[in-house]
T-cell receptor
Framework: GAVVSQHPSRVICKSGTSVKIECRSL??????MFWYRQFPKKSLMLMAT?????????EQGVEKDKFLINHASLTLSTLTVTSAHPEDSSFYIC?????????????FGPGTRLTVL | DAKTTQPPSMDCAEGRAANLPCNHS???????VYWYRQIHSQGPQYIIH?????ETNEMASLIITEDRKSSTLILPHATLRDTAVYYC????????WGAGTKLIIKP
């Protein structure tokens, strides 16, 4: 149980385009979802936290107009990278937690590798 | 900043116990110790967490010192598939990721 999927697993896009990444909890209701970014050989950096039906809380330094997060249901959150540029190329990972579990006992998706040309 | 200190890398022979240390000398009373691992190019995987008592599950054991300033993650019978970066995290609100320990299991 507690499986999180992401789609797509890999995406290449041109500079200036927008890219949407989906994160789904397959067998549980994700009351809270998290979005992380990871640069090569670096650790994960939390970008934002979202609760179903409410606006995401962004970490300092993360542009909310650039990284649009929607958590419309208890099983789906989306991250849209708007007007992507090469410096946005990274590994984007989502995670989810659910009621009854520790807030930090998060289940992670497999990640999405974004390459912006 | 991460509140933990871990060795950057460790080797372990396949079939032996892998003991991964973590120092968290500034841990406060309500902060848990979490362990995650990340296999190359995959999302992290939750392993175990604890507050004061030692914990064990199907993946690993977590030994926390009495003063809670350090802990050890034990993989009892390491396999090649346990090669990964292991992160020790101390937080009660959100996960702050340090550099972790790159554990290499050797045949």
């Amino acid at each position: 149980g507690a499986v999180v999927s992401q789609h797509p697993s890999r995406v290449i896009c041109k500079s200036g385009t927008s890219v949407k990444i989906e994160c789904r909890s397959l067998d549980f209701q994700a009351t809270t979802m998290f979005w992380y970014r990871q640069f090569p050989k670096k650790s994960l950096m939390l970008m934002a936290t979202s609760n179903e039906g409410s606006k995401a809380t962004y970490e300092q330094g993360v542009e909310k107009d650039k990284f649009l997060i929607n958590h419309a249901s208890l099983t789906l959150s989306t991250l849209t990278v708007t007007s992507a540029h090469p410096e946005d190329s990274s590994f984007y990972i989502c995670s989810a937690t659910t009621d009854g579990r520790s807030y930090n006992e998060q289940f992670f998706g497999p990640g999405t590798r974004l390459t912006v040309l | 900043d991460a509140k933990t200190t871990q060795p950057p890398s460790m080797d372990c022979a396949e079939g032996r116990a892998a003991n991964l240390p973590c120092n968290h000398s500034t841990i406060s009373g309500n902060e848990y110790v979490y362990w995650y691992r990340q296999i190359h190019s995959q999302g992290p995987q939750y392993i175990i967490h604890g507050l004061k008592n030692n914990e064990t599950n199907e993946m690993a054991s977590l030994i926390i010192t009495e003063d809670r300033k350090s802990s050890t993650l034990i993989l009892p019978h390491a396999t090649l598939r346990d090669t990964a970066v292991y992160y020790c995290i101390v937080e009660n609100y959100q996960l702050i990721w340090g550099a972790g320990t790159k554990l290499i299991i050797k045949p």
